[in-house]
Structure formats: structure tokens, C-alpha cells
């Protein structure tokens, strides 16, 4: 109830301001994004180029309630900054009320990335962000264009960026695309370390010692998150089944993940690697949100490794014996060293703010 009276409330608080001052966005120029040396290649779309002018609308249309049939939620409904684009609840409420079958992911670096969701459905922003609407927000094109059309800001912005004020699900997406692309989390201590080749400088001897064990098969976090020194985005984006379920039959997975895609068996039970970059803002954890705290999700690599037929065997070498069997010396160095991939000036930084406050 308390939910629906917040939801409520800021769609009449957003309605009553549409004519207040909000970021200039005249004078569109392209958006440089701010990424380290280290980083992979962007992947910005040839017909949905950055720009400034952009980026503003998009920010907008990402906070703004206007999206959903009902007016009642947004976005940063599900995608919070404080979490890192991620959301504390295990599940979020969609406009029907129902929740959603998958804990949200968090948004950031996804510029870097070509596949999204759990299960890798949907290969652009543009596309992922069309689901996301459709899905959770009931988004209805005809309905949202005569929404949007009365107010005069967005008047303004469509015409600026778009050259009409047609309103159409293409732009709305192209838009709400480009503010994502532009969410670049890189300064947590290990960024800072790295940047200016001093570890000891940001890191404890306890997280240095936690960053070795990452690195190597006591912990074997590199398999499926890379090396610490090379791949900075702390997820090989594959797909992995990483023993989460005893399942006795291939198809008794409660959820098929990628394999409900490819429609492949071997699929079955396996999901994306999540990047462990922002960890202590991101709970609770793994594609249901079944672990709420990152002890729960050292724990059950250390000790609650459970054996299905797409299990990775692989990357999960000590899957028989359970896990990795860290020691109490192991756990508190590693789990110390996985939050210094902690960004607490991303979560904070105003340009990713909801521009309404």
C-alpha cells in the first residue's frame, strides 16, 4: 500500500511540474563517455549515435512514471542508483501487480555488453529496454504518445533530439538507451590502484591477499569473473550453471534460463555471469535473489556446490567435494578483496540522478 501511495504521488508531483526548469539540452553535441584505458571497447550502435541532448531525454523518460500504463512506475522502479541500477528486493512488482520471475540486474557498464538479462534474450539496449516496458510497465505506444504530448517538456526534447514529436517506442528506447549506455562505474579502489599503478596504495595487505586468492584456485572466482589484472569488468558475460540446484533431470530446472531461449537442454539452469563490480550495493544475489548477503554467496562456492546435469564442471572444479573449502582466512581475505570493486562515487554521482528532484 505504501508503494502505491509513493507511485501515486509522484505521478500527480510530476504532472503538476512539467514546466519547471530541467537540464538545458540545447545546443546537442555528441556525449563523450569517461572510460579507463583498461576497459573494452564501447558498443554504441551506428543509429542510436551518444549525444548530449539525448542522454538528457533519456534520463528523463528513465525516472519519469509516464511509461507505464497506469502512471505508477518507472524505470528507477526497479533500477534504484543507490543499489547501482539494481534493486534490494529479490523480486519487483510489475503494473499488473504480479511480481517479476527474476531479481533485477544492475545497469551498470552495460555499454560494454551484447547480450542481456539473465538469459541472454535480448541483444541491444534498445531491445532489452523494449521488453522491460512492454513486460513490467504495460507500455502501450498510442497511450503513452497522447501522455507525453502534453506535456511541454518533452515537446521541447522530442523535437530537439529527434527533429519530431512523434513519440514513437523506437525513440523512447533509443533515448532511455543512451542515458544506460552512459552509466560507467570505474573508481573503486582497485580502479584507483590500477590507474596509478600503486595497489598498496587503496588496498590492505588483507584485500591484497584476498585479490591472490581471486586470482587463483583457492578461490576460482577468475573461471567465470577474469584475472584482476586484465578483465576489469569482472564477468566473462558467458553463461554458466553454477550449481545453484540439486536436479536429478535435465529438464527439472524451476527455471530453464538460457535454456528457454536456444531451446537447448544443455542449457538448461544456466545463466549470466553477473559482473562483481558494486557487490555490497547490489543485493540480494543470483538470478532469484536467493542469497542475501555476500557470506551466503562465498558460502555456497566454498561449501554448497550442488551437482545437476548442466552443472559447469569446468569452471567448478571442486564441485565434488562441494566447493573450494575456503578457510575461515580465505573467506575473510577474499570477501574483503571483492569489495574494493565497491564505486561509492558511481551510486552518488548526480548526472545519473533522477533529474525530477
Given at each position: 500500500?505504501?508503494?502505491?501511495?509513493?507511485?501515486?504521488?509522484?505521478?500527480?508531483?510530476?504532472?503538476?511540474?512539467?514546466?519547471?526548469?530541467?537540464?538545458?539540452?540545447?545546443?546537442?553535441?555528441?556525449?563523450?563517455?569517461?572510460?579507463?584505458?583498461?576497459?573494452?571497447?564501447?558498443?554504441?550502435?551506428?543509429d542510436n549515435p551518444l549525444t548530449?541532448?539525448?542522454?538528457?531525454?533519456?534520463?528523463?523518460?528513465?525516472?519519469?512514471?509516464?511509461?507505464?500504463?497506469?502512471?505508477?512506475?518507472?524505470?528507477?522502479?526497479?533500477?534504484?542508483?543507490?543499489?547501482?541500477?539494481?534493486?534490494?528486493?529479490?523480486?519487483?512488482?510489475?503494473?499488473?501487480?504480479?511480481?517479476?520471475?527474476?531479481?533485477?540486474?544492475?545497469?551498470?557498464?552495460?555499454?560494454?555488453?551484447?547480450?542481456?538479462?539473465?538469459?541472454?534474450?535480448?541483444?541491444?539496449?534498445?531491445?532489452?529496454?523494449?521488453?522491460?516496458?512492454?513486460?513490467?510497465?504495460?507500455?502501450?505506444?498510442?497511450?503513452?504518445?497522447?501522455?507525453?504530448a502534453q506535456r511541454s517538456v518533452?515537446?521541447?526534447?522530442?523535437?530537439?533530439?529527434?527533429?519530431?514529436?512523434?513519440?514513437?517506442?523506437?525513440?523512447?528506447?533509443?533515448?532511455?538507451?543512451?542515458?544506460?549506455?552512459?552509466?560507467?562505474?570505474?573508481?573503486?579502489?582497485?580502479?584507483?590502484?590500477?590507474?596509478?599503478?600503486?595497489?598498496?596504495?587503496?588496498?590492505?595487505?588483507?584485500?591484497?591477499?584476498?585479490?591472490?586468492?581471486?586470482?587463483?584456485?583457492?578461490?576460482?572466482?577468475?573461471?567465470?569473473?577474469?584475472?584482476?589484472?586484465?578483465?576489469?569488468?569482472?564477468?566473462?558475460?558467458?553463461?554458466?550453471?553454477?550449481?545453484?540446484?540439486?536436479?536429478?533431470?535435465?529438464?527439472?530446472?524451476?527455471?530453464?534460463?538460457?535454456?528457454?531461449?536456444?531451446?537447448?537442454?544443455?542449457?538448461?539452469?544456466?545463466?549470466?555471469?553477473?559482473?562483481?563490480?558494486?557487490?555490497?550495493?547490489?543485493?540480494?544475489?543470483?538470478?532469484?535473489?536467493?542469497?542475501?548477503?555476500?557470506?551466503?554467496?562465498?558460502?555456497?562456492?566454498?561449501?554448497?556446490?550442488?551437482?545437476?546435469?548442466?552443472?559447469?564442471?569446468?569452471?567448478?572444479?571442486?564441485?565434488?567435494?562441494?566447493?573450494?573449502?575456503?578457510?575461515?582466512?580465505?573467506?575473510?581475505?577474499?570477501?574483503?578483496?571483492?569489495?574494493?570493486?565497491?564505486?561509492?562515487?558511481?551510486?552518488q554521482d548526480p548526472k545519473f540522478?533522477?533529474?525530477?528532484?
Open positions: 500500500m505504501k508503494n502505491i501511495f509513493l507511485c501515486v504521488f509522484f505521478t500527480f508531483f510530476f504532472i503538476s511540474c512539467e514546466d519547471r526548469k530541467l537540464p538545458d539540452i540545447t545546443g546537442d553535441v555528441p556525449y563523450e563517455l569517461n572510460i579507463p584505458a583498461y576497459f573494452p571497447k564501447p558498443n554504441i550502435p551506428l548530449t541532448n539525448k542522454v538528457a531525454l533519456g534520463r528523463m523518460l528513465f525516472y519519469d512514471p509516464i511509461l507505464s500504463i497506469d502512471s505508477s512506475l518507472s524505470c528507477a522502479s526497479c533500477h534504484k542508483q543507490r543499489f547501482a541500477f539494481a534493486d534490494s528486493s529479490a523480486k519487483n512488482r510489475k503494473v499488473s501487480h504480479q511480481l517479476t520471475t527474476r531479481n533485477s540486474m544492475p545497469l551498470f557498464n552495460l555499454v560494454f555488453q551484447d547480450n542481456f538479462f539473465w538469459d541472454g534474450r535480448e541483444k541491444s539496449i534498445e531491445s532489452a529496454t523494449v521488453d522491460a516496458l512492454i513486460d513490467e510497465m504495460q507500455f502501450n505506444e498510442a497511450k503513452i504518445t497522447l501522455k507525453l518533452y515537446r521541447d526534447m522530442f523535437k530537439k533530439v529527434f527533429g519530431n514529436e512523434d513519440y514513437t517506442q523506437t525513440q523512447i528506447a533509443q533515448a532511455i538507451s543512451s542515458f544506460i549506455r552512459t552509466m560507467v562505474s570505474h573508481n573503486s579502489r582497485l580502479d584507483k590502484g590500477l590507474k596509478e599503478g600503486n595497489f598498496a596504495k587503496y588496498l590492505s595487505d588483507l584485500e591484497v591477499k584476498g585479490k591472490i586468492i581471486f586470482d587463483n584456485e583457492n578461490g576460482d572466482c577468475f573461471h567465470c569473473h577474469g584475472q584482476s589484472n586484465s578483465n576489469l569488468l569482472f564477468t566473462n558475460l558467458r553463461f554458466h550453471n553454477n550449481a545453484l540446484d540439486e536436479v536429478v533431470d535435465i529438464s527439472g530446472f524451476e527455471d530453464l534460463g538460457l535454456g528457454k531461449i536456444t531451446k537447448n537442454p544443455i542449457h538448461n539452469g544456466t545463466f549470466r555471469t553477473p559482473s562483481l563490480r558494486n557487490i555490497s550495493y547490489t543485493a540480494p544475489y543470483m538470478h532469484d535473489g536467493r542469497f542475501q548477503t555476500l557470506d551466503e554467496v562465498l558460502n555456497h562456492y566454498s561449501s554448497g556446490l550442488k551437482n545437476s546435469p548442466t552443472a559447469d564442471r569446468v569452471n567448478l572444479e571442486h564441485i565434488d567435494h562441494g566447493g573450494v573449502q575456503l578457510t575461515p582466512e580465505e573467506f575473510i581475505q577474499l570477501k574483503a578483496f571483492i569489495k574494493t570493486l565497491d564505486d561509492p562515487e558511481f551510486i540522478s533522477n533529474p525530477f528532484k
